[in-house]
């Protein structure tokens, strides 16, 4: 297993912190990546370190934190999407220097997280994650928050990817695939289905109905911009939005396009 697929699968969400700030050295580090992100849809994600005692924070599945990371991202077309993937570049990088992190978007007091990262009304503050070295033991809050959503659970390939249209699953075995299969997700739902047709690979969005996060936004896109994230992290391709004419059920929405050389 290459360096880059053995962050993705060992990386996990971590709610218990063992309480030790993050060293000046790695932050720094931190600190320089998170300068060097960008997204495919080039839209601006501004990164906030929040102080967790200076500024009030706090989340009642957390424990041990000391300090959070909010993002910032203009209300425009595709927001949800550049948040996710500049978010989980980030969060990945994170757990290349040993740092934990979890998304949080539902179990946080957002107006004191959007106050304490001076988010302006034509902005969105999506989701924050608490940073630091994960604790040798999990907080009861924690386990059972991980074993409600199956945390450490994905479904089959044949479940997510397909060969040229959604009536033939495809049962691959490739790097990008099995990359994206193992993104984080809201809830765990794995909302991302690819259908592969040559070198292109075309992603989707399957809705999962009734949901809703009630927020201005969709969560699901976010996920997406994740499994995207996950595809380029480890496969090199072009990114493009070209919908193909496949045809697809009223809860699939077509999100983008990767295209690869052979």
Known sequence: MDE????????????????????????????????????PYNIPVEFIFLDRERDNLSSPVIEGEDTYIAAKVPRVKHCEEAYG??????????????????WIGGTLNRPLFEKAANTNDDEYMMIVTPIGYPSKTQSQVDKKLRESVHGDERFPPSKLFYDNDFETPLDSTEDCLDAVRWAPSAANRQPWRIVKKNNDYHFYLQHTPGYSSGVGWDVQKIDLGIAICHFLYVKEGKFIID????????????????????
């Open 243 to 262: 919908e193909p004419e496949i045809e697809s059920d009223e809860y699939t929405e077509y999100i983008a396009t990767i295209s690869c050389e052979r």
């Open 4 to 39: 880059k697929m053995r962050i993705i699968k060992t990386r996990k969400s971590v709610r218990t912190f063992d309480r030790r700030k993050i060293t000046p050295n790695d932050k720094e580090k931190l600190l320089n990546y998170i300068k060097t992100i960008e997204n």
């Open 85 to 102: 993937y500049s978010f989980e570049k980030m969060i990945l990088y994170a757990w290349s220097l040993g740092i934990g992190t979890t």
